[in-house]
């Protein structure tokens, strides 16, 4: 009915055209929920990783990982959750809250660079910055300078023992220029922080990476949003579950 008579003067209303409200999603809320559920799922994940060295026979050893990055403050709580992760994934982590306390040495401490497994850099403007400027902090530039000499000498230090870890910005501002040519981890997105995350621990434990096992445990950590490392809009992505590889983008939300 589109009409009503007024109970007044016994004239004709024209009523107007309903709106219909469409429903919006809350994505901030969700994402948050999301990023909550992923922490659980890489908690039992975690779990699964030891469960899968026991079983194939790899013996106890827990990787020694040096991590570099440019001590500044807006990154801090980032890598204090990282390497706290990392821990939990039985790695072994060499890290200078922990090991470089007020009254210890600091270059005894950066020279545990050449005795660890790994070194694992966290790159940012910066780190790059910090590097080619030894005035702005001379120990991040120290740092970098020992591990270039690590990658100068594969056949002492090891080969492929130099990680990166892209935290902010692209490799050519935030990496020095000889580890450009490296493959590098992208932490760069939060959603997919525990995804990236999975891959990196299996690699550190030298478990291979052709693995069914792994594939299970990334589509256990798969973010069903995703905001671009560019800052563009969030999307939502819908995971297609039958071979467990494939994936396919559903929506935008702005």
């Not at 580890?179 to 434990?205: A, K, P, S």
Request: charged content about 25%.
């Amino acid at each position: 009915k589109k009409f009503c008579y007024c109970n007044g003067c016994g004239g004709t209303v024209i009523l107007a055209e309903k709106e219909i409200l469409a429903f919006k999603p809350d994505l901030k809320f969700e994402m948050q929920s999301e990023i909550v559920e992923l922490r659980k799922q890489f908690e039992l994940a975690l779990f699964k990783i030891q469960a899968f060295l026991r079983d194939n026979n790899h013996k106890e050893h827990s990787p020694k990982c040096f991590i570099s990055y440019a001590w500044d403050k807006a990154y801090d709580s980032w890598v204090t959750k990282f390497v706290g992760d990392l821990t939990k994934a039985g790695i072994d982590v060499v890290y200078d809250r922990w090991h470089n306390p007020g009254g210890t040495s600091i270059s005894a401490f950066i020279d545990r660079i050449f005795a660890t497994e790994f070194d694992i850099v966290i790159g940012t403007p910066a780190l790059r910055t910090k590097y080619e400027d030894p005035m702005a902090n001379a120990v991040v530039a120290a740092e970098q300078r020992l591990i270039n000499t690590r990658l100068r000498q594969p056949a002492r230090y090891g080969k492929d023992t130099v990680i990166p870890v892209l935290l902010d910005g692209d490799a050519a501002i935030s990496f020095t220029p000889m580890m450009q040519d490296l493959v590098y981890y992208d932490f760069r997105v939060e959603e997919n922080y525990f995804y990236t995350l999975i891959q990196l621990i299996w690699g550190l434990h030298g478990l291979p990476f052709d693995s069914t096992a792994l594939t299970e445990l990334l589509n256990s950590v798969k973010p069903k949003f995703i905001k671009p490392a560019n800052g563009g809009a969030s999307i939502y992505v819908k995971w297609k579950r039958k071979d467990k590889t494939d994936d396919d983008t559903e929506g935008v939300f702005p």
